[in-house]
């Protein structure tokens, strides 16, 4: 019994002397000027490269806005993505919920019908415009623009190794890794081949769909086949490291994505792409504050700085890469380049005059929208999440994958 | 007397380990119940020392991540969320039980709800347009059922038939339904590995509340259960299976019926599990939505000795720590994965206390009050 008694006074006062520490602790969150709290639902953690690129902007946006904010990580795209929001406006009283992936979608949805009162943004989604979901909106990037001024970098290496005898004008074939055959990876491979292009007009393109987002295995493979197959460089479009330190190893350049890979890849890094989500976090929270109503699609731009480049590497790209890109770059925030210009690619050895694309999501992937204005493809245009998804002459596709 | 012991040189260990009389079972359970205090405790404290919250808010954020702003006069959407957690926790726990009951090592809980929750999904969508509501949640219900009761029996006919292992059985059988759910979802959902939420054949909604009419049906297959076990004929059977294959056998029992009878029911009650995670509340399926909560079951069964009304406790004890440690990670930016941790300690301890249940420690110094 002594014994029970003795554990028992030791319980007591551990407890004691933790409680006694609770006084020194306390955390510190933002002031409480503002009435918008966000709530962010992520589907994995920091450990994904696509994910730790929403978490970075999130907190940047919130702290720079004193805005509060809490966060679900790990919410897969199922129900536990409307738990995750419910949780949210529920304990943490969050009034705008944003959540990071495409299958969020509906069941975001479904969490909006039920919280009328709350805003709810998605990215990369495509339903807000027809959904008839006021609290419910949709964003997503122009990555295009930005994989058009990596492109430039690329045909800009390509350029430097023709004229340097490495390789003939007509062997200039880059290759490009991918993760499914949709919209969104062949709006990004064609801007980025279109970018390469204005600048090296002999260039040819193969790519390769590894069918899934994150599959370093996989994706190293398909850029080793490429490299084998007699591309000079390499991009990609998926979330591993598998392509850059494919292209390390080989030591073939490599354009890469979601932010810059030179640490890992000193010798071969040329420039990366990515999107910024703190304009977009910036601008919902500022409507909320205003009482203004959100956009169904919201696309940033390289305007808006939602499209960012990374510092280029000087030891891999082509000389005067940094002056050409900005001169690129100041013709497309002034109009007078446009993207997918249609006079710039051939479809079946054709110029487009009319296209209709797939813009209202509906079961039987209806083609329902006409894109082509004026000689140029309006991507991101008509919902923020790109259609392209046209199979443009010089690019070859080997494989293809639609999950 | 002990002095001149040890003049002999005999080497005393430090403590030895003394099997129990039995224990008073106000005992037991005061050693249960410190156990799970303890842990609790030490959730805190790791909480603390990982984060840079202090020891009583530890358990504020964990309270509200699970009750949400009920306490301050908020609504009650994260209670019914925990009512609900726990009734499907609880309906895994209740299915194992019989089958443990008969010392029959089902670790095929999670496969099984999973098959009965393919089921439901598959009845939504293939004949959701095709037949009047009330049939169709006949069907539902039944196939659910169905589903769940022939992934159960065929590791049980094995067994009975063949004396195969059990445990390895159900096991495997788990990995065979989570690649069927793959399947599925594949051909199902296309490319975007999701199964959009389905409109049709959704359990009623009940009072406005989207979760009330599971945990009903938990409630009364608590009930049911425990009345199986305590008072059927059949819930002694399974006793005596459980006790000694032999005395069954010697009495009359017909073993194998009794196997793959329970296995039927333990594998059913998984189905209607996964009925209620999939056409109750998720109208979608994918490999993890019973999210391993078929393991964690077996603890719970365990935990509530086979008592369907302690197993109650037990379900919700892990479900607040589930949700609570959580919220925690989520306000500290703790990894997500500090939950099951923190539900993993818990149960550590109160595995562990069994241990002092059955034996106790006696230490060299308390020989000698003893003698004393």
Redesign the interface.
Known sequence: MKKVLS?LLV?VL??GT??A???????STGSDKADVKVGFIFLH?ENSTYDKNFMDAAKAACEEMGVEY?????S?????CY?AA??LI??D?CNVIFADS??HE??LM?AAREYPDVEFCHATGTQAHTAGLDNFHNAFASIYQGRFLAGVAAGMKLNEMIDAGKITADKAKMGYVGA?T?AEVMSGYTSFYLGAKSVCPTVTMDVKFTGSWYDEQLEKEAAQALIQGGCVLISQHADSMGAPTACETAGVPNVSYNGSTVSACPNTFIVSSRINWAPYFKHMITCVQDGKAIEADWTGTIETESVLLTEINEAVAAEGTAAKIEEVKAKLLDGSINVFDTATFTVGGETLTSYKADVDTDANFEKDTEVIENGVFYESKFRSAPYFDIEIDGITLLDRN?? | MTDTKKSKHHREPLFHIVKRDDLPWWKAWLIRI?AI??AI?LV??IS?LLT??????VYEIMI??VF??LFEG??T??LW?FLQETAILLCLSLAVTPAFKMRFWNCGAEGQALMGGLASMICMIELGDKLPYPVLLGVIFITSMLAGALWGVIPAVFKAQYNTNETLFTLMMNYVATQIIKYYVYIEG?????I??VATGNLPIIGGNRYLLNVLIVAVLTVGVFIYQKYSKQGYEISVVGESQNTAKYVGINVKKVIIRTMVISGAICGIAGMLLVAG????I?T??VGGQGFTAIMVSWLGQFNPFIMVLMSALIVFLRMGSG?VA??C?L??SFADIAVGIVILFVVGCEFFIRYSVKFKHSKKEVKA
């Open positions: 554990i319980l551990c407890l933790c409680m520490f609770a006084g020194c602790g306390g955390t953690d809490a966060q679900k990580t790990q897969p795209e199922s129900k536990k738990d419910v949780e529920e304990v009283g495409f299958g509906s069941f479904d499914f949709f639609y999950g | 410190s205090v303890i405790l805190g404290v603390m840079k919250v202090s020891f009583a808010e509200k991540g949400g702003r908020g609504s959407t994260m969320k296309g490319g975007s590995n999701t959009q939420p509340t998720d109208h979608s994918n993890n939505t919220k989520d306000t930016a990894n997500a």
